[in-house]
């Protein structure tokens, strides 16, 4: 039995993320914020008690980050899935950009996961494990301008993932970056192509296959590597 720790584990792919690793008897900690709405999530670990505990940890906040990591001090952790995103502001054009919104974004999306993962570091090196962060092709696609601080955030966080990547390497601890493809999320919208459970599967199946070897790789959720 692994443990999986996995941010924004409320909706979208945290949430079909948790449901999968449950559904083969893998205990999940599932990380949300406080103020975020947790109805299916909190139904979902009530009928699995087991195998799931819920815990609130809002990745913004370095001294909230700090307060679960006390709690789960003595956790080996095998899987910790940097999953928690948000889309970004209404207006991130390069002409006509919120600059607070961009700032959030970069917060969230991509100083976030580093700092989650070196927070459980320990956890992470206690059980031999992985650390995986979900990201996007947007961040390497083309050079439209539309949803810029998101595309950026995206960017950044593929970087600072794959120095981390570098970094682990010789203590024996494995980086992976995945695009999870266009889902069907609050995010994705109703015209993506993948339900979340689709893309959750896919992704255990990298998750699972991740080794030294791959450390590093920016894969999209078919398992086709990514161009920098």
């Not at 906040?61 to 990591?69: E, N, P, S, T, V």
């Not at 917060?107 to 031999?128: D, E, H, S, T, W």
């Not at 015209?191 to 199946?205: F, I, W, Y």
Request: no cysteine; hydrophobic share 45%; net charge neutral.
């Amino acid at each position: 039995m692994a443990v999986a720790l996995i941010t924004g584990a409320n909706r979208g792919i945290g949430l079909a993320l948790v449901k999968a690793y449950t559904n083969r008897r893998d205990r999940v900690i599932a990380a949300v914020r406080r103020t975020s709405d947790r109805t299916e999530l909190d139904a979902f670990a009530e009928a699995n008690p087991k195998w799931v505990e819920v815990i609130e940890m809002d990745v913004a906040d370095a001294a909230d980050i700090g307060r679960a990591r006390r709690k789960l001090e003595a956790e080996p952790i095998d899987v910790l899935v940097n999953n928690a995103g948000i889309s970004g502001p209404d207006r991130q054009s390069a002409t006509d950009m919120d600059y607070d919104g961009l700032a959030e974004a970069l917060g969230v999306n991509a100083i976030a996961p580093l700092r989650v993962a070196n927070a459980f570091l320990p956890n992470v090196k206690a059980a031999k494990g992985k650390i995986i962060t979900l990201s996007s092709q947007m961040g390497i696609q083309g050079a439209s301008s539309d949803s810029l601080a998101y595309r950026v955030s995206k960017q950044a966080v593929n970087r600072l993932m794959r120095g981390l990547a570098t970094e682990l390497k010789p203590q024996g601890i494995p980086v992976l970056i995945v695009h999870p493809g266009w889902v069907k999320t609050e995010m994705g919208g109703e015209g993506a192509t993948l339900k979340p459970e689709d893309s959750a599967a896919q992704l255990l199946k990298l998750i699972d296959k991740l080794d030294l070897a791959s450390t590093g790789k920016f894969l999209a959720w078919n398992g086709k590597e990514l161009a920098w």
